[in-house]
């Protein structure tokens, strides 16, 4: 296989973008992307997207936007693997020039979906949870994850004030990134006093949804010859686990992040310590601590001492959600796996602005399907 | 790029499969599929499906159905392309095995229809065409291709009749095949007496939906010892053209069939005369004329010439739909384009039955999502 690098990015903000169209807003940022890339041709586009065909009755994006972006005869699909869709297409687009089988592809995803009632997204959301086991009975992806919460809590000892640091510290660096749905900082009294949702999570420790598009540029490496875009993609993995959290061994470990993230450090040749920052899918806060757990960053039930510790802040050991995260940037489903990598390589190439971290030389992004069941880690190195 | 080959192949009938599940459609396939090929683990699995999240409220198939065939853990994600979702997900599975990337792919595709009224089904399928410029003005996917069988009729001048022949040579092979929808055969006088659905389409020139799964396993193919089951994959290529048909600089000739399929010859080193036998996308009499053309088997406006002179037919210049196409055999939206190239493996292998032609060296299979704007065209070959 060859070696791959993305040279060019793009994305929206993430917003409630009443004045713009499905295909506008996701050409929008292909069109970013490929501008900051310098090129005005691919061989092929891989869409990461949830849920076009119920929220915008539109599906068949592959076509519909390579069309729309002056794109009309390029090969392209779309990819889906519910809120790691982003990351999914990615993965493809690195498959598919790493092969040789594209000397270009473009990785872009998009999710509109303020078009929608919040109950109608909701329901929409359940879909990727079990159809039979778990959406059945009622049980929306808060509920879910507030189930995993509770019984962590129960299992490890750790209070609730103990999960504040995770939404604080991406609201924090959310402050300095324009394209965050929230830009305003929050303290201990913020998350202490927000509203229960479904306990014990509260509106603090859910990622909010949006509208939004982000697009990569993905070549061989030896074709980049700006220095100063040489970033290189060293691990790319993914894995499933049960939709279904009930017929997981262990409901409080996320095995395909381990498995994932594992093989991604095999491939990059590297150990967890040599991780500069983290895009974390930190869609809830229980989902940070699980996923710091099983990528190797913390023990078992010791997600939240990073968190309590400072840890996760910029200039910490291991910066997390470094423009704002899921939870602060937004979390449009589909795309949120592409604005985690679009970051990536802003820290990378040292474009982040005021979220710039001192030491940013390779780069790690986690992006979660359903409660943990399609997990696949990225991890990116500017050379 | 390493050579690859298809060593497993499995399938459901197509019918109306009131007993059982989404997952369990789709897992008698995969593990059908599996026990061909005599694995019992894959390094990834691409699903193919159009519309499991409106008309299953499942979303997020990889992952879902990866656990239930006992792949948990493996990677896995949906590849949606509307009706050519099918020969996605297998070019898909290609690019991951030649790449190097996995050493055995699963390509499985299911669509399960008929757990919706038809008119439910009727508007999730009209999400493949352009929400805004033809879905949006209550256009149907029977009503788009018979704008453009009606236009292509004024242009080149044939007449009703002259399209008979493409029903009829299906369902003649359908008749063999037990996993076929509808198994009788039928005749001129069938075809003229049909009930006009949309002028002048009729529902003999209208390909029934209906409940299916299909999946391959691919390999390298150093990997392949036995001799009976070396299928090799010697061309696979995509392209794509705006969905909206008067967007299209020519509205009868398919711009994406021709590049796919050029592509894929260039790959194979073949010509077009080399083709022993075409699966190809008879959605409605007239996608198998303009099929044929775009396809260089035909001059343009010829298309018809092919089913009026027999040579469509067994023992014809160029057999198609030999085991009853999407017209007879039945056609489940996303897992079509799987069924096809199922069935060209049975040809190659000799394992087609009463259908199996007496020269099947080379086949190949062509996918078309939506109204011509997503093709894909793969070529086999038995070595």
């Known amino acids: 296989?060859?070696?791959?690098?993305?040279?060019?990015?793009?994305?929206?903000?993430?917003?409630?973008?009443?004045d713009k169209s499905l295909k506008e807003l996701a050409g929008e940022a292909v069109i970013a992307a490929m501008r900051d890339a310098g090129r005005e041709y691919a061989d092929g586009m891989f869409m990461g997207n949830m849920m076009s065909g119920s929220a915008n009755h539109q599906q068949h994006l592959g076509a519909y936007i390579a069309d729309w972006v002056g794109l009309r005869f390029t090969e392209a699909a779309k990819i889906e693997s519910a809120c790691s869709s982003g990351a999914a297409s990615f993965r493809a687009a690195f498959i598919a020039v790493a092969s040789g089988?594209?000397?270009?592809?473009?990785?872009?995803?998009?999710?509109?979906?303020?078009?929608?009632?919040?109950?109608?997204?909701?329901?929409?959301?359940?879909?990727?949870?079990?159809?039979?086991?778990?959406?059945?009975?009622?049980?929306?992806?808060?509920?879910?994850?507030a189930l995993i919460m509770q019984r962590y809590m129960h299992e490890y000892g750790w209070g609730k004030e103990h999960f504040a640091p995770f939404p604080i510290n991406a609201h924090a660096n959310a402050a300095h990134n324009p394209n965050a749905r929230f830009q305003e900082p929050i303290n201990l009294a913020t998350y202490e006093k927000a509203g229960m949702i479904c306990p014990p999570i509260n509106l603090m420790d859910a990622s909010p949804m949006g509208d939004g598009a982000a697009a990569l540029v993905l070549v061989p490496l030896d074709s980049v010859s700006s220095t100063a875009k040489r970033i290189r993609i060293i691990g790319s993995a993914g894995a499933t686990d049960s939709i279904a959290i009930h017929h997981r061994k262990?409901?409080?470990?996320?095995?395909?992040?381990?498995?994932?993230?594992?093989?991604?450090?095999?491939?990059?040749?590297?150990?967890?310590?040599?991780?500069?920052?983290?895009?974390?899918?930190?869609?809830?806060?229980?989902?940070?601590?699980?996923?710091?757990?099983?990528?190797?960053?913390?023990?078992?039930?010791?997600?939240?001492?990073?968190?309590?510790?400072?840890?996760?802040?910029?200039?910490?050991?291991?910066?997390?959600?470094?423009?704002?995260?899921?939870?602060?940037?937004?979390?449009?489903?589909?795309?949120?796996?592409?604005?985690?990598?679009?970051?990536?390589?802003?820290?990378?190439?040292?474009?982040?602005?005021?979220?710039?971290?001192?030491?940013?030389?390779?780069?790690?992004?986690?992006?979660?399907?359903?409660?943990?069941?399609?997990?696949?880690?990225?991890?990116?190195?500017?050379?």
Request: glycine residues 12%; contains cysteine.
């Open 1 to 18: 296989m060859r070696d791959v690098a993305v040279i060019g990015i793009g994305q929206t903000p993430v917003a409630e973008h009443w």
């Open 101 to 145: 089988e594209m000397d270009c592809a473009i990785a872009a995803a998009v999710e509109k979906m303020t078009d929608s009632t919040s109950d109608e997204i909701t329901t929409q959301l359940a879909t990727a949870a079990d159809a039979d086991y778990e959406a059945g009975m009622g049980l929306s992806f808060v509920a879910l994850n």
């Open 250 to 383: 262990e409901p409080l470990f996320l095995q395909a992040a381990y498995l994932s993230s594992q093989k991604a450090y095999k491939m990059a040749g590297i150990t967890p310590s040599e991780i500069d920052f983290f895009e974390l899918h930190d869609a809830f806060s229980i989902m940070s601590a699980l996923s710091l757990e099983a990528s190797g960053f913390a023990e078992r039930g010791q997600g939240p001492r990073m968190a309590v510790e400072g840890e996760i802040f910029p200039g910490g050991r291991l910066p997390v959600s470094t423009r704002g995260g899921l939870k602060a940037r937004g979390h449009p489903v589909g795309a949120t796996g592409l604005y985690q990598l679009v970051e990536v390589v802003q820290q990378l190439r040292g474009e982040a602005g005021k979220n710039q971290l001192d030491r940013a030389r390779i780069g790690m992004a986690q992006n979660i399907g359903g409660s943990g069941s399609n997990i696949i880690t990225h991890i990116l190195q500017a050379i």
